[in-house]
C-alpha cells in the first residue's frame, strides 16, 4: 500500500530564506508526482506536476525535484515571502491504475514571519 | 489551469438529513473526477472515483450507501452524504482531470465544508 510521508511537518522561516520541503513515498511505481499548496479553509491549488520519466520542474521561485528510485521528492522555495505562508501538500499517482487518482502526504505547515 | 466549481462552500445541516454537494468543471470536460474527504490538521482521502455514465468506485472503508456519487455528465459530479451525522462533519473536495488517462494533472475545487449538528 502506498504511503506519503512529508517532513517536517511544520516549518517557520523568516522571510527572504530559501527552504526545501521533503515527500518520500513507499512504492515507486508512480505515474506522476504532484505538489500543491492549501490555504487554511481553502481547496487545492497545483504547484508543479512530475511525471515519472522526469527529474524537476520549475515554476517561478518553485522547484521541485524527484527521485522516483528512492522515493523522494523535494519542493525548494526560493527567497520565501510572507505570501507562501500555507500548507503544502505532495501526492502521487500510483502506476498500474487506469484514473490518475492521487496518494497524499501528511503536509508541511510553512509560516513565512515578515 | 483548469477550473472546477464546487457548491455549497459551507453548509450546516442537522443530523439525520441528508445534503448535496456539486462538483463542476467549469471549462474542460472530466470523464473522470475525484471525491477527497479532509479531516481538520489531516491531509486528504480519496473517498470514490466517480465515472461519467457508470457507478462510482468506492475505496475500502468507505460506505457507498451513505455517500452517494452521481456523475451524470462530463461536467458535472454530485455527492449526497444520506442521513448524516456528526462524524460526518468534514471538509470535501472534488477534482478532475482535463486530459484524462492515469498521467494528467488533476485540478481541484475551492471544498465544501460540511457541519452536521
Known amino acids: 500500500k502506498q504511503e506519503v510521508t512529508q517532513i517536517p511537518a511544520a516549518l517557520s522561516v523568516p522571510e527572504g530564506e530559501n527552504l526545501v520541503l521533503n515527500c518520500s513515498f513507499t512504492d515507486s511505481a508512480i505515474y506522476n508526482l504532484q505538489w500543491f499548496r492549501q490555504d487554511p479553509g481553502k481547496g487545492l491549488t497545483s504547484l508543479l506536476l512530475?511525471?515519472?520519466?522526469?527529474r524537476e520542474q520549475t515554476s517561478g521561485r518553485l522547484n521541485a525535484s524527484l527521485d522516483k528510485s528512492s522515493g523522494r521528492s523535494t519542493l525548494y522555495i526560493a527567497a520565501s515571502q510572507p505570501g507562501d505562508s500555507a500548507t503544502y501538500l505532495c501526492?502521487?499517482?500510483?502506476?498500474?491504475?487506469?484514473?490518475?487518482?492521487?496518494?497524499f502526504g501528511t503536509g508541511t505547515l510553512l509560516a513565512v514571519q515578515p | 489551469g483548469a477550473v472546477v466549481s464546487q457548491h455549497p462552500s459551507r453548509v450546516i445541516c442537522k443530523s439525520g438529513t441528508s445534503v448535496k454537494i456539486e462538483c463542476r468543471s467549469l471549462d474542460f470536460q472530466a470523464t473522470t473526477m475525484f471525491w477527497y474527504r479532509q479531516f481538520p490538521k489531516q491531509s486528504l482521502m480519496l473517498m470514490a472515483t466517480?465515472?461519467?455514465?457508470?457507478?462510482?468506485?468506492?475505496e475500502q472503508g468507505v460506505e457507498k450507501d451513505k455517500f452517494l456519487i452521481n456523475h451524470a455528465s462530463l461536467t458535472l459530479s454530485t455527492l449526497t452524504v444520506t442521513s448524516a451525522h456528526p462524524e460526518d462533519s468534514s471538509f470535501y473536495i472534488c477534482?478532475?482531470?482535463?486530459?484524462?488517462?492515469?498521467?494528467?494533472?488533476?485540478?481541484f475545487g475551492e471544498g465544501s465544508r460540511l457541519t452536521v449538528l
Open positions: 512530475i511525471q515519472s520519466s522526469q
Open positions: 477534482s478532475g482531470s482535463s486530459s484524462g488517462g492515469p498521467t494528467g494533472e488533476l485540478f
Open positions: 501526492a502521487v499517482s500510483p502506476s498500474g491504475g487506469a484514473t490518475n487518482k492521487l496518494i
Open positions: 466517480s465515472n461519467e455514465g457508470s457507478k462510482a468506485t468506492y
